[in-house]
């Protein structure tokens, strides 16, 4: 591996521990990771009207930041439990059609992670020290153009992430639009 790959890899293994030991830190028992191809604002308004926090991501080439992946970290209200966080995620992925997901659960120094490929899913338990690298080497390398050398994952930039409503009418529409997806989407039904 050469020294400006290695280095791109700390600097992704930095950013999620870094996300993790916030996570853990404000007490937070899950997240999941979305990559969202489509619809990113429908899924974002989505989250926002179940308010559900989340981080935006971007994998994209080390040398050029074009053709960003976006993914959000969503995070797991501490007043939320585990099945009705698990539940609502699913159907939200369900509505929007997001089939590779990953869902990851904090337990003292162990994490509890399952990939999500369509309808399968997979479990592994990693300890917090050895996340970021599962995470990267399991999940995010899925998204990665095979014709990439190397690969890196950044806070998004303001070109690709969605950006917060700046004015009271803009928060207002929001909310209105969120409500409007929230009842589209029917969290009361069985996928």
């Not at 899950?30 to 191809?37: A, F, Q, R, T």
Request: glycine content about 2%; proline content about 2%; aromatic content about 8%.
């Amino acid at each position: 591996m050469g020294a400006q790959q290695f280095k791109k890899s700390v600097q992704d293994l930095e950013l999620i521990n870094q996300l993790i030991k916030n996570d853990i830190l404000n007490g937070k028992a899950g997240v999941y990771i979305l990559p969202v191809l489509t619809k990113k604002i429908e899924i974002a308004t989505s989250l926002f009207g179940l308010k559900y926090t989340f981080e935006q991501l971007s994998l994209h080439d080390a040398n050029v930041s074009e053709n960003e992946q976006l993914f959000f970290w969503v995070r797991q209200p501490k007043d939320c439990e585990d099945s009705l966080f698990n539940q609502n995620i699913l159907k939200i992925c369900h509505h929007y059609q997001i089939t590779l997901k990953c869902a990851v659960s904090i337990q003292n120094t162990d994490l509890k992670i399952k990939l999500y490929v369509n309808k399968e899913s997979s479990k592994s338990t990693v300890e917090v020290k050895e996340a970021a690298e599962w995470l990267m080497s399991s999940f995010f390398e899925k998204f990665k153009n095979k014709s990439l050398e190397t690969f890196v994952l950044t806070h998004a930039n303001e070109s690709s992430a969605v950006a917060e409503p700046q004015t009271n009418m803009g928060r207002m529409a929001r909310k209105l639009k969120a409500d409007q997806l929230i009842q589209q989407i029917d969290l009361t039904k069985t996928i």
